[in-house]
C-alpha cells in the first residue's frame, strides 16, 4: 500500500508512523526544500511543493492512498485530475468551522447545511465540493491537539495562555491520535463522498481545559479575563472562533467506522500529557 500526503503535517506525520511498520510506503509534500530533504533522510519521499504547478508524474505513480491537508486555495484536483482518478481513497481534511456560529447547538453533516462566516471557511466549502467530485471523503475537524499542542505544555513551557471568560462559550475538540484512527478505520470501510465529522465526546470552554491542566500541573490558573475585555488585542482569527460557538456531534464516525476514541474528552487527553 503507498499512502501520498499532500500536506506533510502532523496529522499526515503520525498517521504515517502507524502505517510504516505495516510495510506501507509513505510520501508527501512539504513547502520547505530543507524540510523535504529531512525528511528523504528519514526514509519518507518528500517533494518541495507550493502548491503551484505539477508534480512530476512519477510522484503519484503506484498510489493507493490520498490524504489532503493543505489549506485552500490550492488546484491539486486540476492540475493532478487524471492521477487521482486512478486513487482508490481520498480523504479531504476540513474544519467544522464550515458550520458558522450555531448559537450552541449541535451540528452534523447529515442534518447541518454549511453556513460560513469567514472567507477561511468559504474556501474550505469550495474546496470540498471540488474534492467531492473525485469521489473524495470528507473529515471536518474540530479543534486539534495532542503532543505538544495542548494547555499542559503551553503552561509548562510559559507561552502566552489566557483563560478567556465568555458565558455559554464551547468549542469542539479532537486529539490528533483520533484523528489518525478515524483515517485508518475509513481506510477500512471506504465510503467516497462521505462527510465524517472529527470531534471528541464532550465540548468545553476553553477556561475549563486551562483551569483543568493548572489543576494538574498543581499552579494557580491564568486570572480570568472577560471575552470583551481581551478581544481589542486578539488577532482576526482568534477572535472569530469565540464569536462562533457550536457542538460537534462525532456519532458518524463511532456508528459507521466503528471508531473508539482514545481520548473521548479533554481530561484524558491532559493526563496523556502529564504522564
Not at 512519477?58 to 486512478?86: C, F, K, Y
Not at 470540498?128 to 470528507?138: M, P, Y
Not at 482576526?236 to 458518524?252: D, K, P, Q, T
Not at 473508539?260 to 479533554?266: N, R
Amino acid at each position: 500500500m503507498h499512502l501520498f500526503c499532500f500536506g506533510y503535517g502532523d496529522v499526515a506525520r503520525r498517521l504515517a508512523a502507524r502505517l510504516t511498520p505495516k510495510g506501507w510506503k509513505v510520501a508527501g509534500t512539504v513547502r520547505d526544500p530543507a524540510r523535504a530533504a529531512a525528511l528523504g533522510a528519514l526514509g519518507v519521499d518528500a517533494y518541495a511543493y507550493d502548491g503551484s504547478g505539477t508534480l512530476p508524474v512519477a510522484a503519484l505513480q503506484g498510489v493507493t492512498h490520498l490524504l489532503v491537508s493543505v489549506p485552500p486555495p490550492e488546484a491539486i484536483v486540476e492540475r493532478h485530475l487524471d492521477a487521482l482518478r486512478q486513487i482508490g481513497w481520498l480523504a479531504y481534511l476540513s474544519t467544522t468551522g464550515v458550520y458558522g456560529d450555531r448559537k450552541g447547538e449541535w451540528v452534523d453533516a447529515q442534518s447541518t447545511p454549511v453556513a460560513p462566516l469567514t472567507e477561511r471557511a468559504r474556501r474550505r466549502v469550495e474546496a470540498e465540493q471540488e474534492w467531492l467530485t473525485v469521489g473524495a471523503q470528507i473529515f471536518r475537524l474540530a479543534g486539534i491537539y495532542g503532543p505538544g499542542r495542548n494547555a499542559i505544555d503551553d503552561l509548562r513551557h510559559g507561552r502566552t495562555t489566557r483563560r478567556i471568560v465568555k458565558p455559554g462559550q464551547v468549542f469542539s475538540r479532537c486529539h490528533v491520535y483520533d484523528i489518525g484512527s478515524t483515517l485508518l478505520a475509513s481506510m477500512e470501510r471506504p465510503n467516497p463522498g462521505a462527510i465524517y465529522d472529527v470531534a471528541d465526546d464532550e465540548p468545553a470552554s476553553s477556561a475549563e481545559v486551562i483551569e483543568l491542566a493548572a489543576s494538574m500541573l498543581g499552579i494557580e490558573p491564568p486570572p480570568a479575563i472577560a471575552f470583551d475585555e481581551a478581544a481589542p488585542s486578539m488577532s482576526e482569527m482568534a477572535r472569530s472562533f469565540y464569536e462562533e460557538c457550536r457542538r460537534v456531534s462525532n456519532a458518524r464516525i463511532k456508528n459507521e467506522l466503528g471508531v473508539q476514541l482514545a481520548f473521548p474528552t479533554y481530561r484524558e487527553g491532559l493526563r496523556a500529557v502529564v504522564g
